[in-house]
């Protein structure tokens, strides 16, 4: 009878067996404020891995308060914290009979995602909207309900291509020359167009359609347009 050797036996290594709820489903979003106006965009590609598993699942959310919600992430928690919310504006309706600011709804949402923390709604979230005086206002937050007030911001997997574009066209970061005011409505449009236009050629979780919301006013406007389909 043969005996194996230590050194002939074979070695067990432990094997971790771990669960995640979480899942990043990539896309892009972003909102830029300017003097009257909010313009608020987002693909419309839901992937994971190297599958793309919809073509479009929205990530950019009207409000009924006339603010515009953008988030990404995990599409299941988008779509749960976009009804929450919701479901919170229709009680402050009820309650004081008059729609709830934009400022108003920023805090709310850093307290629904704080009170989450231990288990938080894995997405990033974009808040756009108008302030009390009628001018455009950003509010961007991390998971567990930091935000911070912008002129522009840009999340998700193309934005840390986008951003640095958008500092250089809205803010003239590289610019010394030339005036440092926002741009008007259909600079802006088309600077955001032309912004996801080019993440698509780098980036693979950006792509499909293109959703464009501009808040004014006069109320919340909406167009779709084409992106990169491979």
């Not at 979480?22 to 693909?43: H, M, P, S």
Request: glycine share 8%.
């Amino acid at each position: 009878m043969l005996f194996e050797t230590p050194s002939s036996a074979p070695v067990k290594v432990p094997m971790e067996h771990a669960f995640s709820p979480y899942t990043d489903n990539g896309g892009t979003t972003l909102a830029v404020a300017g003097e009257d106006f909010c313009v608020v965009a987002g693909d419309t590609r839901q992937s994971e891995g190297y599958n793309i598993n919809t073509r479009y699942a929205p990530k950019v959310f009207a409000m009924s308060n006339g603010t515009v919600l953008a988030t990404g992430g995990m599409y299941a928690d988008s779509l749960a914290l976009a009804k929450r919310l919701e479901q919170r504006l229709e009680w402050y309706q009820f309650q004081h009979d008059k729609q709830m600011s934009a400022g108003a709804l920023a805090q709310l949402l850093s307290t629904i995602l704080y009170y989450k923390r231990f288990f938080p709604y894995y997405v990033w979230n974009t808040i756009g909207g108008l302030d009390e005086n009628g001018k455009g206002c950003v509010f961007s937050y991390d998971p567990v309900g930091n935000y911070e007030k912008h002129h522009w911001n840009c999340s998700g997997s193309a934005g840390h291509l986008i951003q640095p574009f958008l500092d250089q066209q809205l803010g003239k970061a590289h610019n010394s020359t030339g005036s440092k005011d926002l741009p008007p409505l259909a600079d802006v449009i088309r600077i955001v167009k032309d912004a996801f236009t080019s993440a698509t050629e780098r980036d693979i979780y950006t792509g499909d359609f293109l959703e464009i919301f501009v808040i004014t006013s006069a109320g919340v406007t909406k167009e779709k347009i084409e992106l990169k389909r491979d």
